[in-house]
């Protein structure tokens, strides 16, 4: 159904934005390893336990949802894509409501096209930190 890892993730998005839980469920792989995470929430596994998260969260409406994607980083491969962006999001007729999520996208290419295993949101912060490494082993 999705020839690219980029025409699942607009999928992704226009199904959110449409408040549009079948849409949104047939953008993911239908598999017990699937991954999401929320924003501050749980990691839930499971096709099951996604669907039901997005239902809860669709279920709340979307009046005026709207998404744009920024600072977008792709590393993609013959069967495996990553996507790091944030999530620049508006609610109602005057986007004055804004928050930012920083969210990772996985998708894997199956006989029936690229499909994605995972999400993860975080609350987002633009800009990048400059951390100095330890000198010793991490782990």
Do not use: K
Request: include cysteine; charged fraction near 15%.
């Amino acid at each position: 159904m999705y020839d690219t890892p980029d025409a699942a993730e607009a999928a992704f998005y226009h199904a959110f934005q449409s408040v549009d839980l079948e849409a949104m469920m047939q953008v993911w792989l239908q598999d017990d390893e699937v991954v999401c995470i929320h924003p501050m929430g749980p990691r839930l596994e499971g096709y099951a336990a996604v669907r039901s998260s997005w239902a809860q969260i669709l279920a709340g409406g979307g009046d005026g949802l709207r998404f744009e994607l920024s600072n977008v980083v792709r590393h993609d491969g013959q069967d495996l894509a990553v996507h790091f962006v944030f999530e620049n999001i508006s609610v109602g007729p005057s986007p004055t409501q804004r928050s930012l999520v920083s969210a990772t996208n996985v998708y894997r290419l199956t006989d029936a096209g690229w499909r994605m295993s995972c999400h993860h949101g975080s609350p987002g912060r633009v800009g990048s930190m400059q951390i100095d490494a330890p000198s010793g082993p991490m782990h």
